[in-house]
């Protein structure tokens, strides 16, 4: 397989991985696939990438401590008292 395909074809792999290619496209790219090791082995780890941050998200929805959120809460209802009162003149 010549670079010029590989390059080619590596502009469809995003979209190939997200199922947003039209189905003679991604034929076509399917077969380059089975044809050239060097874009299976891009396209497996562009997936496993794919699937280990999408894995990490769902898993680590990050928190802040107990104590940080209510500092922070009470010092948005303290900002927010502070504006009513300025509005008031």
Known sequence: MSEKDCRYW??????YLDKELEVAVCRELEAHL???????VVVDTLRQTLY?????????????????QQRL???ISLEALRQRLQARG
């Not at 044809?35 to 299976?40: A, N």
């Not at 998200?57 to 107990?66: A, D």
């Open 10 to 15: 590596l502009n469809f792999f995003s979209d």
């Open 34 to 40: 089975k044809r050239c090791p060097h874009c299976q």
């Open 52 to 68: 280990l941050y999408q894995t990490i998200l769902r898993e680590q929805t990050p928190t802040l401590p107990p104590e940080v």
């Open 73 to 75: 809460y009470a010092r």
